[in-house]
Every structure is written in C-alpha cells, then in structure tokens.
C-alpha cells in the first residue's frame, strides 16, 4: 500500500507543480487543421498542414495589426474517423480556435464535421471530395475543391471520349474510393460504356484472383477508385499478366510515388490517365511563388492539396478579418466568421478564382484529367494535362 | 515398395516431393471438377444469361476458360502460405505454442531481402545482372531474409518467450500477440526513419517479370492463352525446395532425431542428454528462415510490402496449418495448397456466379469461415489424428 | 541510500494513510485538482492531477460511506461542471467509461474463465450497427448504392427508442456471444484465441461488404445520420439556469449531450461492475476459476463447464453490445474502421494493464490506455511539432528539432506501446497492476496483503496445473 501511495502522491505533486509552471497565454486566435499526419497518407497530410503554416505566416499581417495573434494548431487524425471525431471536440471545446482548415479523407471529415456545425465552428475543406460533405447544406462547412459525382463522371466522359466500349471498375472498399467508383459506373453506363465488372477489394499485394475475372472479360479501361499505393500495385500486376488497356484512376492517383511502384509499366499499353480536382503547379497562375516559397520554408515540393490547403487558410483569414472590423475590433464570434466564410465573393487564390454557391461548393469547380507521361517519380508535376474542366456543382 | 529401399536420405527428399505433386493435382482437379459441376449447375441461370449479355460468352466456356489461370495462381498462393505455415507448424509441434509473432518474422525476411536488392540497385548492380546473376543475386536476397527472420525468431524466443516457458498456456500467447505488434511497429520506425515511407517495392530486374506461354486454346470468345510469370515458377520451385529440405532436416538427420524427441517428450528428451534449450533455439530458427525466404519470395511475386503485410499471410498459414492438423509437416503443405486454391477460385469465380453480389472481397471471410468450421468439426485437422498429438 | 529514502518516504505514505490523513489527503487533493482543471481547462497536465485525485479516492483507506459520497460527488457535481466547460473531458471520460465495460466484458472471458478473446470488438460492433440500422435512414435505403443515396428520407423509428435498443444491443450480443461461444464446446485455450481473432475479423470484414445485395451496412461508407435520444424539453435551461455561473458560458444543447452520454455510459459501467462484482463473488464465478485453473479436474468435480463457458461469453458479450449501442448514438456515426483488430487489441491491453480478474485493475487500465492514446500521446506529438516549426535546438546533441523526423512522433506508435505493455507486463507482472484479490487471497491466505506488491509476480495464473500439463 505504502510504496504505491507515495508514488502516486508524488507524481500527482510533481504534476501540480508543472501546471501551475504553465502560465496563461496572450490573447489569441487559432486555426485549426486536421489531415492524417501519420500513417500512409502522412505525406498528402503533412503537407496540408504545411500550405496552412506558410499561409498563417505569409498573409495574416493584416490581423496583427488589428492586434490579434494568429496561431496554427495542428491535430492529426490518423485518417481514422474515431480520431476525427475525437479531435473535433478538442477542437471546438478550445473558444480560440475560429476556423478548421481541413480533413483529408472523407470518411473522417463527414463524422468530424458534425461537431464543427453543431458548434457553429467554420470548416474549410480543402480536399473532401465526397458530395455528402456539401449535400447537408450546413452554413459551417465549405469547400475549394470538387466533388465526387463530378469527377466520377468526369473520368467517364474522359473514358467515353478515348473511344473505350468497355470498362472493369475497381474500388479500395473505403468510403472514398467506393463512392466515386459508384459515380463513375453511374455515368458510364448512361454514356453507354459497358461496365464488365464492379469489385471492392482490400488488398494491398495480392491482385491475382481479382485480376483473372478482369483480364477474362478484356475491358478497355481498368478504372481503379481509391490511393495510389493500391492502384499502382494492381495495374502493375494488370500489365504483367498482359493487360493492354488504359488504366484511369481518381486524384487518390495523385501522387509521385504511382510512378515508384508502377515504374514504366503505367506508360504501356493504352496508357494510364487519372482525374483530379487538384491539378499540377503549372495548371494554375499564381503558384510558381507559392511552390518557390513553399519549398524554401518546407524543404521539399508540395504534395497535391497543399496549395488548396493555402488558400482555405487564406480565406479562413480573410474571414477572420471581415468578421473583426464588422465587431469593431473585438474578437469576432465563430457564427460571424462561418457566414463571413460564404460571402466571400471572388476572392483570387492561387488554385483559382473561389465563390461558393448556398450549399458551400464553389461555384464553379475545376477538374482535370491528366496523363502519366513519364516513369521518373521526380517527373510527376510535369504529367500531361489532357484535359481542363470547369463545371458548376450538381444542384 | 522401392520407395522403401533407398537410403533414408534420399527417401526423405523423394518422399516429400511425390506429396507435393500429389496434393497439388489432387487439389487442383477436385476445384476444377467441383467448378465445372457448378458451371453445369448454373447453365441457363440468370448469372448465365448475364455474363452472355455483358461478355457474350456462357458460363460454361467462361469457367474453363480461366481456370487454368486460376489454378496456376492457386498453386503459387499455396506454395506461399505452406512454407510460412511450416514456422507455425514446427514451433507447435515442438513447444505447443503458437508463434503469433511469426507473421511478423515473415514481414521482417521481405524487408530484409527487398532492403538488399534496393542496396544492390543504389550500387548500380542491379541494372546490368545477366539472367544468371539476377538469380544469384535473388537467392543472397532470399538468404538474408532467411537470415534476418532466423536471427528476429530466435532473439524473440530467448526474450519474449523463454522467460514464460511453464506459464499456462495463455501467457506466452499475450506476449506472442505483444511481440507481433512491437515488431510492426519498429520495422515501420525502421524503414520510415530511412526513407520517410514505410513500404518497399520490389526493384524490378532480371527476367522474372516474363512470362513463361505454356499453351493456348480455341474457345469462341477467342483464344485463350495460359502462361505462367517467371516469378511464379521462381516461388514453387523455392518453395518446394526449402518444404523438402526441411522435411530432410527433421526426418533424416542427428538434430531433427532431437527436435522429434523435444517434441515428443521435453523432460525425457532432456534425461537422453538432449540440450533442450538449444533445441528449441533451433526450431525458431528454422522456423523463422522459413518464414523469411517465404517473405522474400511473396515480396518477389506482390511487389509491394508494408510493416503490417505479415498479419493476413499469416493468419492464412496459420488456418492452412490448422486445415492440415497443426505440428503435422505434411499437414500444413496439404493445408496450404488448398487454401491457396480455394482462395484463388472464390476470388475469380464468386463475382460472376453470384451475379457481382459477392466477390473476391469475400476471399478473407472463406478463409477465416474455414478456419471456424475446421476447428469445430474436425480440429485435428485434415491429416492429424487429435489435437494434442504431435509431429 | 536508495533504500532509506524508499523507507522515508513508505513511512511518509503510511502516515499520510491512517487515522484522518487520508480524508485531509484526498479532498485536499481533489480540491488542487478541480481548481486546476476550472482555471485551465485546457491543460492536460491538469487534467491528470484530477484523474489522479479522483483515483486516489479508491486506494487510501477511508471507510466505505466517505469513499462512495466523494465518489459520487466527482461523477455527479464535478465532472459534468468541469466538463461543460471543456468539452473534451467529457470526450475523454465517455471514452474511458465505453472501454472501461468493453475491458469489464473482455475481463469475464478473460479474467474470470481463462478464454483468450482476440476478436471481442465484434460484439461492439454488433451493438453499435443495431441502432445504426435501425436508428438511421438505413432500412429506407436497402436498394440504394451507398454514397449516392439521397439525404431526406425519414428515420425508421423514433429517436426514444434509443433507450430500448440498449437493453437489446445487450442481448443481440449475448446471442453473437453465444453463437461465437460453440466453437468452446470443442476447442481449448490458445487455438480459441485465433478462432476469436478469424471471428473478429469476419465481423468486421462482413459489415464492410454487407451494402450489396441489400444495403445493410452501407458498406465503408459507414452509417450516418444516427438519431440520439432527444432532449426532455427545458433541462439544458435547467442545467444552465443552476449551474449556468459555475461554467461561466451558455451551455449549447449539443454540447450538453455529451453530459448526457457521459451519464448513460457511467450507468452502463456502473451495471457492468455490479453485475461483474456478483458474479465473481458467486458459485458461477467460483466456477469459472475452477474450469480456468484446471477444467479436468472441474468437470470431474461436477461443474458444466461447457455451458459456464458459453456463459461467460455471453456475459462478457453483453457490455460491449450495450456500449455498442451508446457509442454508436453518441458519435451519430459507424463505420467499420472502428471495429478492426487493433480495437480488440487495445481492450486485451486495458485488461492485462490493470490486473487479469481484476475489477479496479480494468477499469484504471482502461483509463490509462485512454488518457495515453487521447491525450498524452497526441499533445506529446503536438509539443514535438511546435518545437520543430521553432529553432530550438536539442542543448547537448547540438540536435536541431526541425530535423528531427516525423516518423518519430509517439501518436504513431500506438501498436509498439500496446505490444510493449502486453510483453513486459507478461513477463514481469502478470497480474497486472492491480491485481484481482483473489488471486492474492489464494496464495497468502489474508484479504490484508491485497495490496503489497512486488512479491505477487508470476504467481497470478496458478503454475501448477498447468506445468503437469505441459509435460504431459
């Protein structure tokens, strides 16, 4: 009994001492993130984090002089939705914290946001693409980039354009990859693509069972609805057992290490194509100083989303600031800054022009298909842009 | 029987091989019957007439149209699960424990072997190995691998397990499960240290990537061809290789006469002066090269590999080892040949005899449902006699 | 030198520990504590000297009325004021709460009957996707593709009926016990275990490819909107006109619901350690001792073992059902990811953390396991990420943290400290911090030494048997 107690009274003691060690901080306003900071999308993730940080740093000059100090808090949800949701109560239970920039996975930002809007706490989204994230009308969550139903119906039409009949689809079983897999068989079958097979698969290695029904039914395209580290392992092991078709895959597609794992086999055959919502660097006017400075403070390129990442901050920003000279200098309230968020009218980002419609979906969104050009991983920014579409959201 | 009159070194590699060809065409023609009876069955069905409007072609020709395919990637996936099942299987049969750590001992020989090719291939070897020396350097890849996994099993079982030796069953069981997730866990701080990503890929050289035509056929929806990847073969001759090398080991030699008696009979074993200790010591050795060399090799065939790849291989052996009564050698080949095969079939055949409502995402459910049902009705599995007996 | 300061300070504690130190002791320090917590409510450091207070109500020895009044003052008075004015602690103890019955549930295989369950969050999951289906849309939605489903179709029952389907989530997962339970009837301990993990697994896998051909699930898409119970009109303007000034802000419906959940949870709990405690102290707990020590001899002995077996699943099945239920109306959200194999890891870790047949012991190893993962863990990271985003340098490594890794942060080695605990804790203490004072009262004869330490190792298990066993 003894020892146990002393210890326990001690560390409670030394606990004691150490909070009242912590003092009271000055008077702040925090941003919030949320993206997967670890784990296998910790590099899509890290980097949302990072466009936020060099946005705080770059654009908020205007509220310190209106004598606020802005903060980052940056919250890693493991791109598991327990997480999310456990995070979000942290971070709405914090009265500084005004604007959360964030969520990469769907799956995690629909359960997450839900606190946010009963928290009446702004949410910039700059990377969810699930049309549900929109769909629920709440005036708290907007987003920069496209939607699901779009893209999925973006690649198909891309599909239907390269004179493909027949499509095999393909999904990772995630909340992400099967619904814009679902799109996609959607429109395909409306344009007439005739759809040989939908699967959902979980593995990661092994495609060989899956594949032998898939090369038996010899369809044009492969359509792959999920990440990369997946997508890449199966057209690779597609081309091996002699497939020689398109692949064409979603913005989970979207990064360099496709090129790692696929190697020159992605630029066989018919080619591998996938759609985004985030298009490369060169797609957009003002993002060679953004990649310029991104680089300097980082150390390394931009990940996809991060630029989009940057201009929620922004926006989140300038809201901050409507909201605060509308207040008349007091910290302004997160229900003014949420509504500051939608009437933001043609603010300049660097992925784009951003107004969004009642719902919080941009007006008009951009989505491109771009072709895997080349089998150097240091060459993925340079990937040809085969197409560039701007469509307004669904009503 | 002439078998019986060669040298019992000789005897005890012929042996295993003959079992292994048996088993392997015995599986394989009682899916390929059971199929085409299915396919016979469903003649006419709505799955029929709906692979004819969307493949126009009937569900009969399509059946056999891949099931060579079909069989051919059965027979690999086996070849995989039997030689990690083997690690299971030895370390039951000698200590009746099960190794749940062993999936990850397997993980750690495909890092070790994938972590060498890439050395080798930042040395610029790899770019330039001829066809012999691609094999060459594949089997020092293999070799560390072995290596590595040997080293991890043995190292585990002197900290994690040896200590608990005595304890009631479920203790070393925990610490097993601990030691799993200790091990994901600093491959992954290993690898991510190194690099920053924690998965590997496969480099790509030498000729494995080819594929070997073996024949094809004239069916009406066009010719089909049936070939086989070089790296296919690679894995079933590695596979039966080491399964009979090991058989050699443990019914042909002074120190598998040992493992026999520590698994027989641990205290009498120790009273004939067998070093017990040591024994066991050499079990998770050999159990563990196993699993590593089976690691490379599944890195060889899948390409990509995680820290947390180990987890679904090795539960698979395990069932295989289960399927074919666990501690028994030729059991867990048995067990793994027919999970491969089956898990290849559900994979290729669920979706389009189902009509797309189930599919090759049911291939773990089967595998796991298997693995219930075995151990409810027949938990001696299918060549053992009763659960507490041993190899 | 160590050791006179050792002695020093047990005599300091055992001091602190008599006559009426211990009441000056721990209201004092739920008094430090709670005026922490209500003056920073964002520190976790505070936080934990008030986990700690309230901890130390149980382990100083105060009789039995003073103890359960203290108790029931932190539960009723003190969290929910504390709570409301951080939210997140409220998320935390709901949290510990949940797993804290799951760990109670898992003990009783476990603990009580010696059955190894690697697959126990399947039980949750069977809970948590019974007010998911019928709680939700979902049964209006059988034939729509999940994902694309429209948004306004209406809820299949009333949001009252919440409170039924906890009873009935206890008893579907008693049922989901027992049908997990048959394999007990032919299989023994460690091959059970993998049959628990396969069973585990296929749960989680079935309920992530049950949206075709009827959408049950909706598939990794994950269930969402769940209805929770609605709030009797006026009690947040009840709650906020009585203890309104204490918070010092408004408290907003959605935020009280958290008050709410972390009642029903605490009751739940509550429950499961009445139910737990009897059980124990009963003939069917004896029981399960006696199949657990040695089932040979137990059978001969007259007792059923195979039904008490069945039993105990059935039980331990139960608390997590009707935790499924709760968690399921709390987070208005399930998906599949929450039920994967690391969940029923982390409740195994809660359990041998705390002490195997231990019922203080699960319900503090819960707590632990979940203040680390929540919150040390995660603020460890955060701290590593601002001191990365700065210039500080390491003093003597002359280290820069900007260069130190990301790899290295500690919210990602969740599975390395749950695998380091289960194999030291194996080693070392098998019985667990606290262990069940059973165990103690078998070996050394006196309720008196439950507490002392130390000597207890190794024997939590009962080697006898069990060596004969292995070498049989």
Same mark, same amino acid.
Request: charged share 15%; aromatic share 10%; proline share 4%.
């Given at each position: 009994?003894?020892?146990?107690?002393?210890?326990?009274?001690?560390?409670?003691?030394?606990?004691?001492?150490?909070?009242?060690?912590?003092?009271?901080?000055?008077?702040? *306003?925090?941003?919030?993130?949320?993206?997967?900071?670890?784990?296998?999308?910790?590099?899509?993730?890290?980097?949302?984090?990072?466009?936020?940080?060099?946005?705080?740093?770059?654009?908020?000059?205007?509220?310190?002089?209106?004598?606020?100090?802005?903060?980052?808090?940056?919250?890693?949800?493991?791109?598991?939705?327990?997480?999310?949701?456990?995070?979000?109560?942290?971070?709405?239970?914090?009265?500084?914290?005004?604007?959360?920039?964030?969520?990469?996975?769907?799956?995690?930002?629909?359960?997450?946001?839900?606190?946010?809007?009963?928290?009446?706490?702004?949410?910039?989204?700059?990377?969810?693409?699930?049309?549900?994230?929109?769909?629920?009308?709440?005036?708290?969550?907007?987003?920069?980039?496209?939607?699901?139903?779009?893209?999925?119906?973006?690649?198909?039409?891309?599909?239907?354009?390269?004179?493909?009949?027949?499509?095999?689809? *393909?999904?990772?079983?995630?909340?992400?990859?099967?619904?814009?897999?679902?799109?996609?068989?959607?429109?395909?079958?409306?344009?007439?693509?005739?759809?040989?097979?939908?699967?959902?698969?979980?593995?990661?290695?092994?495609?060989?069972?899956?594949?032998?029904?898939?090369?038996?039914?010899?369809?044009?395209?492969?359509?792959?609805?999920?990440?990369?580290?997946?997508?890449?392992?199966?057209?690779?092991?597609?081309?091996?057992?002699?497939?020689?078709?398109?692949?064409?895959?979603?913005?989970?597609?979207?990064?360099?290490?496709?090129?790692?794992?696929?190697?020159?086999?992605?630029?066989?055959?018919?080619?591998?194509?996938?759609?985004?919502?985030?298009?490369?660097?060169?797609?957009?006017?003002?993002?060679?100083?953004?990649?310029?400075?991104?680089?300097?403070?980082?150390?390394?390129?931009?990940?996809?989303?991060?630029?989009?990442?940057?201009?929620?901050?922004?926006?989140?920003?300038?809201?901050?600031?409507?909201?605060?000279?509308?207040?008349?200098?007091?910290?302004?309230?997160?229900?003014?800054?949420?509504?500051?968020?939608?009437?933001?009218?043609?603010?300049?980002?660097?992925?784009?022009?951003?107004?969004?419609?009642?719902?919080?979906?941009?007006?008009?969104?951009?989505?491109?298909?771009?072709?895997?050009?080349?089998?150097?991983?240091?060459?993925?920014?340079?990937?040809?842009?085969?197409?560039?579409?701007?469509?307004?959201?669904?009503? | 029987?002439?078998?019986?009159?060669?040298?019992?070194?000789?005897?005890?590699?012929?042996?295993?091989?003959?079992?292994?060809?048996?088993?392997?065409?015995?599986?394989?023609?009682?899916?390929?019957?059971?199929?085409?009876?299915?396919?016979?069955?469903?003649?006419?069905?709505?799955?029929?007439?709906?692979?004819?409007?969307?493949?126009?072609?009937?569900?009969? %020709?399509?059946?056999?149209?891949?099931?060579?395919?079909?069989?051919?990637?059965?027979?690999?996936? !086996?070849f995989v699960y039997a030689a990690i099942a083997l690690g299971y299987t030895m370390v039951y049969g000698v200590l009746e424990f099960i190794n749940f750590a062993h999936s990850e001992i397997f993980a750690i020989g495909a890092f070790a072997g994938?972590?060498?090719?890439?050395?080798?291939?930042?040395?610029?070897?790899?770019? $330039?190995?001829?066809?012999?020396?691609?094999?060459?350097?594949?089997?020092?890849?293999?070799?560390?691998g072995m290596m590595a996994s040997g080293a991890t099993a043995v190292i585990v079982e002197r900290t994690a397990y040896r200590?608990l030796?005595?304890?009631?069953r479920?203790?070393p069981l925990i610490s097993a499960i601990g030691v799993s997730f200790v091990l994901q866990d600093l491959i992954?701080?290993?690898?991510?240290?190194?690099?920053?990503?924690?998965?590997?890929?496969?480099?790509?050289?030498?000729?494995?990537?080819?594929?070997?035509?073996?024949?094809?056929?004239?069916?009406?929806?066009?010719?089909?061809?049936?070939?086989?990847?070089?790296?296919?073969?690679?894995?079933?001759?590695?596979a039966?290789?080491m399964l009979?090398?090991l058989?050699?080991?443990?019914?042909?030699?002074?120190?598998?006469?040992?493992i026999?008696?520590?698994?027989?009979?641990?205290?009498?074993?120790?009273?004939?002066?067998?070093?017990?200790?040591?024994?066991i010591s050499f079990t998770f050795l050999l159990g563990g090269a196993l699993g590593g060399a089976a690691g490379v090799l599944y890195a060889?065939?899948?390409?990509?590999i995680?820290p947390f790849i180990g987890f679904f291989p090795g539960m698979k052996a395990f069932t295989a080892a289960v399927l074919g009564?666990i501690g028994n050698l030729?059991g867990a080949l048995?067990g793994g040949?027919?999970l491969?095969?089956?898990?290849?079939?559900?994979?290729?055949?669920?979706?389009?005899?189902?009509?797309?409502?189930?599919?090759?995402?049911?291939?773990?459910?089967?595998a796991?449902?298997?693995l219930?049902?075995?151990?409810?009705?027949?938990?001696?599995?299918?060549?053992?006699?009763?659960?507490?007996?041993?190899a | 030198?160590?050791?006179?300061?050792?002695?020093?300070?047990?005599?300091?504690?055992?001091?602190?520990?008599?006559?009426?130190?211990?009441?000056?002791?721990?209201?004092?320090?739920?008094?430090?504590?709670?005026?922490?917590?209500?003056?920073?409510?964002?520190?976790?450091?505070?936080?934990?000297?008030?986990?700690?207070?309230?901890?130390?109500?149980?382990?100083?020895?105060?009789?039995?009325?003073?103890?359960?009044?203290?108790?029931?003052?932190?539960?009723?008075?003190?969290? %929910?004021?504390?709570?409301?004015?951080?939210?997140?602690?409220?998320?935390? *103890?709901?949290?510990?709460?949940?797993?804290?019955?799951?760990?109670?549930?898992?003990?009783?295989?476990?603990?009580?009957?010696?059955?190894l369950?690697l697959?126990?969050?399947?039980?949750?999951?069977?809970?948590?996707?019974?007010?998911?289906?019928?709680?939700?849309?979902?049964?209006?939605?059988?034939?729509?593709?999940?994902?694309?489903?429209?948004?306004?179709?209406?809820?299949?029952?009333?949001?009252?009926?919440?409170?039924?389907?906890?009873?009935?989530?206890?008893?579907?997962?008693?049922?989901?016990?027992?049908?997990?339970?048959?394999?007990?009837?032919?299989?023994?301990?460690d091959y059970?275990a993998i049959?628990?993990l396969g069973?585990?697994?296929?749960?989680?896998?079935?309920?992530?490819?049950?949206?075709?051909?009827?959408?049950?699930?909706?598939?990794?898409?994950?269930?969402?909107?769940?209805?929770?119970?609605?709030?009797?009109?006026?009690?947040?303007?009840?709650?906020?006109?009585?203890?309104?000034?204490?918070?010092?802000?408004?408290?907003?419906?959605?935020?009280?619901?958290?008050?709410?959940?972390?009642?029903?949870?605490?009751?739940?709990?509550?429950?499961?350690?009445?139910?737990?405690?009897?059980?124990?102290?009963?003939?069917?707990?004896?029981?399960?001792?006696?199949?657990?020590?040695?089932?040979?001899?137990?059978?001969?002995?007259?007792?059923?073992?195979?039904?008490?077996?069945?039993?105990?699943?059935?039980? $331990?099945?139960?608390?997590?059902?009707?935790?499924?239920?709760?968690?399921?109306?709390?987070?208005?959200?399930?998906?599949?990811?929450?039920?994967?194999f690391?969940?029923?890891i982390?409740?195994?870790?809660?359990?041998?953390?705390?002490?195997?047949?231990?019922?203080? !012991?699960?319900?503090?190893?819960?707590?632990?396991?979940?203040?680390?993962?929540?919150?040390?863990?995660?603020?460890?990271?955060?701290?590593?990420?601002?001191?990365?985003?700065?210039?500080?340098?390491?003093?003597?490594?002359?280290?820069?943290?900007?260069?130190?890794?990301?790899?290295?942060?500690?919210?990602?080695?969740?599975r390395?400290?749950?695998g380091?605990?289960l194999v030291?804790?194996?080693?070392?203490?098998?019985?667990?911090?606290?262990?069940?004072?059973?165990?103690?009262?078998?070996?050394?004869?006196? %309720?008196?030494?439950?507490?002392?330490?130390?000597?207890?190792?190794?024997?939590?298990?009962?080697?006898?048997?069990?060596?004969?066993?292995?070498?049989?």
């Open positions: 009994m003894g020892k146990r107690l002393c210890s326990v009274i001690l560390a409670t003691a030394m606990l004691a001492f150490a909070v009242s060690a912590t003092g009271a901080q000055a008077k702040v *306003i925090k941003i919030a993130t949320q993206s997967p900071l670890s784990g296998g999308m910790s590099a899509v993730g890290t980097d949302i984090k990072n466009g936020a940080q060099l946005a705080i740093e770059q654009l908020s000059g205007s509220l310190t002089k209106l004598g606020f100090k802005i903060e980052l808090a940056p919250f890693d949800d493991q791109g598991n939705p327990d997480t999310g949701v456990a995070n979000a109560k942290n971070i709405v239970a914090d009265p500084a914290v005004l604007v959360i920039v964030g969520h990469y996975n769907s799956g995690v930002q629909i359960p997450a946001s839900e606190e946010y809007h009963s928290a009446g706490l702004a949410n910039v989204s700059p990377a969810n693409t699930n049309p549900k994230v929109t769909e629920r009308n709440y005036l708290e969550i907007s987003r920069i980039c496209g939607r699901d139903d779009v893209q999925g119906a973006v690649g198909a039409q891309f599909a239907m354009s390269m004179g493909m009949k027949s499509a095999y689809i *393909i999904h990772d079983k995630t909340a992400y990859g099967q619904g814009i897999a679902e799109y996609f068989k959607r429109e395909s079958e409306k344009l007439g693509i005739k759809v040989r097979g939908f699967a959902g698969t979980e593995e990661k290695a092994n495609f060989d069972s899956i594949l032998t029904p898939i090369l038996a039914s010899r369809p044009d395209v492969i359509y792959f609805g999920g990440m990369y580290d997946q997508a890449a392992v199966l057209f690779k092991q597609a081309r091996q057992k002699g497939y020689k078709g398109m692949f064409l895959s979603d913005d989970g597609f979207d990064s360099s290490d496709a090129t790692k794992i696929g190697g020159k086999v992605l630029l066989d055959g018919k080619g591998t194509y996938y759609s985004t919502v985030s298009g490369p660097a060169s797609a957009y006017p003002g993002t060679a100083k953004f990649i310029a400075d991104f680089k300097a403070r980082f150390g390394s390129e931009p990940q996809p989303f991060a630029a989009q990442a940057y201009d929620s901050t922004a926006l989140a920003l300038l809201a901050i600031e409507a909201a605060a000279k509308s207040s008349g200098g007091a910290a302004p309230t997160r229900a003014a800054i949420a509504k500051a968020v939608r009437a933001i009218t043609d603010y300049k980002g660097i992925t784009g022009t951003i107004s969004f419609n009642s719902k919080g979906d941009l007006l008009k969104a951009k989505y491109f298909i771009i072709q895997v050009t080349s089998a150097d991983p240091l060459q993925w920014s340079n990937n040809k842009i085969a197409q560039t579409l701007e469509i307004e959201p669904p009503k | 029987m002439r078998i019986a009159q060669l040298p019992v070194s000789v005897r005890e590699i012929v042996k295993p091989i003959g079992r292994m060809v048996v088993f392997v065409v015995g599986a394989g023609a009682v899916f390929s019957a059971f199929m085409v009876l299915l396919a016979l069955v469903f003649k006419g069905s709505a799955a029929d007439r709906l692979l004819l409007e969307s493949m126009d072609v009937g569900i009969l %020709p399509y059946t056999v149209s891949i099931l060579p395919q079909v069989l051919i990637d059965g027979v690999t996936l !086996g994938v972590e060498f090719l890439l050395f080798m291939e930042r040395l610029g070897i790899l770019a $330039g190995a001829g066809p012999l020396f691609a094999y060459m350097l594949l089997m020092m890849a293999v070799l560390a200590p030796r005595g304890a009631p479920i203790v992954r701080l290993v690898e991510s240290l190194t690099s920053g990503q924690f998965h590997r890929i496969f480099p790509t050289f030498g000729n494995f990537d080819d594929r070997v035509s073996l024949f094809a056929f004239e069916m009406k929806m066009g010719t089909v061809y049936v070939d086989i990847q070089v790296k296919s073969i690679v894995v079933i001759v590695a039966v290789l009979a090398g058989n050699y080991i443990v019914n042909a030699t002074r120190v598998g006469k040992a026999r008696a520590v698994a027989q009979d641990r205290s009498s074993a120790s009273l004939m002066g067998v070093y017990v200790n040591g024994i060889l065939k899948f390409t990509r995680d009564g030729t048995l040949i027919v491969g095969m089956l898990e290849s079939f559900a994979g290729a055949y669920l979706t389009t005899f189902t009509m797309g409502a189930m599919g090759a995402e049911y291939k773990d459910i089967i796991f449902a298997i219930i049902l075995i151990l409810i009705f027949r938990p001696s599995g299918l060549l053992g006699e009763q659960v507490s007996q041993k | 030198m160590k050791n006179s300061m050792r002695e020093s300070l047990a005599r300091l504690a055992n001091h602190l520990n008599t006559g009426r130190n211990p009441y000056v002791v721990s209201i004092s320090l739920l008094v430090v504590g709670t005026a922490l917590v209500y003056l920073s409510p964002r520190s976790i450091l505070a936080f934990l000297v008030f986990a700690g207070a309230t901890a130390m109500i149980y382990f100083l020895r105060m009789n039995k009325t003073a103890k359960l009044a203290l108790a029931v003052f932190v539960a009723v008075v003190l969290v %929910p004021i504390l709570g409301a004015r951080n939210i997140f602690y409220l998320e935390v *103890i709901f949290q510990i709460a949940v797993f804290a019955a799951l760990s109670l549930g898992l003990n009783i295989v476990v603990g009580f009957s010696g059955i369950n697959g126990y969050v399947a039980f949750y999951a069977a809970g948590a996707y019974l007010w998911g289906f019928f709680g939700s849309q979902q049964a209006f939605l059988l034939h729509e593709i999940p994902g694309t489903a429209p948004l306004d179709t209406p809820f299949l029952l009333a949001p009252e009926w919440f409170y039924v389907f906890v009873l009935l989530g206890i008893i579907v997962a008693a049922f989901v016990g027992l049908l997990l339970g048959l394999p007990v009837l032919r299989v023994r301990g059970l049959v628990t069973f585990g697994e296929v749960v989680r896998q079935l309920v992530n490819n049950l949206d075709k051909p009827l959408n049950l699930t909706n598939g990794p898409q994950g269930i969402t909107p769940i209805q929770k119970p609605t709030l009797p009109q006026g009690v947040v303007d009840a709650f906020n006109a009585v203890v309104g000034p204490l918070v010092g802000n408004r408290v907003t419906p959605s935020q009280f619901y958290n008050i709410v959940f972390y009642f029903i949870a605490l009751i739940v709990v509550l429950a499961a350690i009445v139910v737990t405690h009897r059980l124990d102290d009963s003939k069917i707990g004896r029981a399960w001792t006696a199949i657990r020590e040695d089932e040979l001899a137990a059978t001969a002995m007259g007792i059923p073992a195979n039904k008490l077996k069945l039993a105990a699943f059935a039980v $331990g099945a139960s608390f997590a059902g009707g935790m499924g239920v709760i968690f399921a109306a709390s987070r208005t959200f399930v998906s599949p990811d929450s039920f994967n690391m969940q029923s982390g409740v195994l870790t809660m359990v041998i953390l705390g002490g195997i047949g231990s019922i203080p !012991g699960v319900i503090i190893g819960a707590a632990v396991v979940i203040i680390l993962n929540l919150q040390v863990l995660q603020s460890f990271s955060l701290y590593l990420t601002q001191l990365r985003q700065s210039d500080a340098v390491i003093p003597i490594l002359n280290f820069a943290w900007k260069d130190l890794s990301t790899q290295l942060d500690p919210a990602k080695y969740q390395l400290l749950f380091l605990i030291l804790m194996m080693i070392y203490r098998p019985a667990g911090l606290i262990p069940a004072s059973r165990r103690i009262r078998e070996l050394k004869g006196t %309720p008196d030494a439950s507490v002392s330490d130390g000597e207890t190792n190794g024997d939590a298990n009962g080697d006898a048997p069990e060596e004969a066993d292995d070498d049989r």
